[in-house]
């Protein structure tokens, strides 16, 4: 049995232009989504198996919800609380623009956390690694929204050669009918971040097993239809 040997684009697809694109993307997607099936599988199961004893566990019962008690042991163990952030100088001396550059970015980071609902979505990560197997967190750049301003334009006429046109639009234009157009731009100072908790059933990666050789990632997002 002869393996095939895949170089180049051609012999992924047999289509051309959008067209290849689009197919090798599917049997990409496709492919990814039958090697972690099992996984994903095993995932949905762990949690359901966490969920019932985390809801019996105040009843009597003969099983004891040893899963969920080891879980609920280790997390404290895994992550309590944010950090405190600490940024100094690494050469200790008299330069002020270093200590203060230092101590401006130890708030920014801070803030930043504190914004961001840091905590609370690293315990999601940290209860989805423990009881799921893995724990996917995802930085997500906001940019800044747009501004709108409206100003006012002046309606464009077509040219008329008529003598007795031309004299009346020549009138008109002492007086000409405006009209407002809207304008957008944005504030570069608005831009931010945050951290987010990404289930791994919306997570996607190509099938290589060793993370410094995987390809590409994906996420499911859910759009309402304001949104699309």
Do not use: C
């Not at 290849?20 to 496709?30: H, N, P, S």
């Not at 003598?163 to 234009?173: F, G, H, R, T």
């Not at 957008?184 to 059933?201: A, G, L, R, T």
């Amino acid at each position: 049995m002869t393996i095939q040997q895949v170089e180049l684009q051609e012999d992924l697809t047999s289509y051309e232009g959008d067209k290849a694109l689009v197919d090798i993307w599917r049997r990409e997607i496709d492919n990814a989504k039958v090697y972690h099936e099992k996984s994903k599988e095993t995932a949905i199961e762990f949690q359901q198996i966490y969920e019932k004893q985390e809801s019996e566990k105040n009843y009597s019962s003969s099983a004891y919800p040893i899963f969920w008690s080891n879980t609920q042991v280790l997390k404290p163990l895994l992550f309590s609380k944010l950090p405190k952030i600490n940024i100094a100088q690494a050469n200790y001396n008299n330069d002020e623009i270093a200590r203060i550059s230092s101590e401006l970015i130890e708030r920014l980071l801070n803030y930043l956390l504190k914004e961001s609902d840091a905590e609370n979505q690293f315990e999601k990560i940290r209860d989805s690694y423990l009881v799921e197997g893995i724990g996917i967190p995802r930085i997500v750049f906001i940019p800044p929204e747009p501004i709108e301003t409206k100003i006012k334009k002046k309606k464009e006429k077509p040219e008329i050669k008529d003598d007795y046109n031309e004299s009346e639009d020549m009138a008109e234009e002492e007086n000409p009918d405006m009209e407002e157009e809207s304008i957008y731009d944005v504030d570069e100072s608005k831009k931010s971040f945050k951290i987010e908790f990404v289930d791994y059933q919306d997570f996607l990666k190509s099938t290589e097993k060793e993370w410094s050789k995987v390809r590409w990632i994906a996420f499911r997002k859910y759009y309402s239809r304001k949104e699309l």
